[in-house]
């Protein structure tokens, strides 16, 4: 009996594996220095269109930081695009989930070839823009993912207490 408990267990970790390997997931733990980088060049970019349209820089937070890399990496591993996830659970959703309090947030969610490209996409579109430009917001945290296509999903939690 404890033998076969045993046999299913490394069974459901191999299928699970698997999986992961075949959807085209890249691991991201730990942060590979260049997904660090990218993580950087987002935030920097992001900053300069908010000081560009007079506001204040957002500070980092890690705790959002950590929850946008494990939802772009959910995403990817499990083939959906989406601000919920296929159990229903929105952005706010998530944030509780980790103890994140806020009294406003927003997501800003993209896929494309370059974090470069996805602040411009995101600026070019009202609703994306308007989170980053939204002045209630103090604080913000970037994941940034890649597939194994070569597309970068980056995706910026904000909040404001």
Known sequence: MKRQAIILTISFIVVMLIMAYS?????AVPQSASVQREEQRAFELLNADRRANG???LAWNPQ??????????????????????PEGQSPFDR?????????????????NGSV???ESAF??????????LNSHFNKVGIGVCR??????????EFIGN
Do not use: C, K
């Open 123 to 132: 600026m070019d579109s009202p609703g994306h823009r308007a989170n980053i």
């Open 147 to 156: 597939g194994n296509d070569g597309s970068v999903y980056v995706i910026q």
């Open 55 to 57: 506001l204040a820089a």
């Open 23 to 27: 959807s085209g997931v890249t691991s």
């Open 95 to 111: 944030m509780r989930a980790r103890g994140i309090t806020f009294r406003y947030a927003g997501e800003n969610l993209a896929s």
């Open 64 to 85: 959002l930081a950590e929850l946008a890399r494990d939802y772009g990496q959910d995403m990817l591993s499990r083939d959906f695009f989406s601000h919920d996830n």
């Open 116 to 118: 470069e490209a996805a």
